[in-house]
């Protein structure tokens, strides 16, 4: 059985994030990965850092204006604060050793057919499937 | 025009991603249970509607010498899949199975998921930062 599944609003959201990613590389000559970009935001010399925090305010204001014209946001239900912040800085320092995360390998590295992009995605899905898998096991659902 | 571009960019992929669902972890984990038996593919025509348009626009613009605002296209030319590829993809992709949260979500819902997506974010630039303090794994932040 399939639950929740959306298609529709998938694909055109999917849509609007490969748009963005166009008009970045356009613009700035720069792949719109999320991770690259927040690092870069923090750490880069200064007036590279200008475009990243942009992007960055962007991104955050974007669910805004998605809930002001109507959209309707989730009220995330997240694990204990232990394994958020675990899981957090996985995801940060995972993403800087691998050079990548879901919108730099896994949207542009794949637009730009990168064999490496794909080893990293690959990687990155079934570890994260092999991590549900067995999180749902202890819990025993 | 580059800061400006920027920051449109930005918002065009935080709407993305609400309109996608992908803001909401129990859906990503829902793609990421294949064995639960309520598997949401609802991820892949994500994925699969960025991958096809970035592609149709990557290529487009391949064929102008330079982007609008910059002397030159800042692509990375790394093909190496080694440890150090494989092993950070495997630590993110941990970390995105434990919470639901990857790295554009997370920036994403700062503004109205609450305080512990907030935390995550926090948590996230502590890695990132702690991976920055490290000497033998400089950062390549472009």
Sequence with gaps: MIADFTPVPAL???????LAATLLLLATGRVAGVSGITAGAIAAPGPERDWRTAFLVGLIFGPIVFAFFGGEL????????????IAGALVGFGTQLGNGCTSGHGVCGLARLSPRSLAATATFVAAAMATVFIIRRLEGI | MRIASAA??????????ALSGMLD???????????GGQWDPTLVFVLGGAVSVAAIGFGLIRLRAKPLFDERFHLSEA???????????AMFGVGWGLVGYCPGPAIASIGFAGTPSAIFALAMVGGMLLHR??????SQAS
Aim: aromatic share 4%; hydrophobic share 55%; no cysteine.
């Design chain 2, 25 to 35: 972890p129990v859906r990503v984990l829902g793609f990421l249970d294949i064995a």
């Design chain 2, 8 to 17: 449109l960019a930005g918002l065009i992929f935080g709407i993305g991603l």
């Design chain 1, 12 to 18: 055109i959201g999917g849509a609007l994030i490969g």
């Design chain 2, 79 to 89: 093909t190496a899949i080694d440890p150090k590829l494989l092993g950070g993809a």
């Design chain 2, 133 to 138: 303090a490290l000497p033998e794994s400089p």
């Design chain 1, 74 to 85: 989730p009220r995330p239900l997240l694990p204990a604060l232990p394994v958020i912040v």
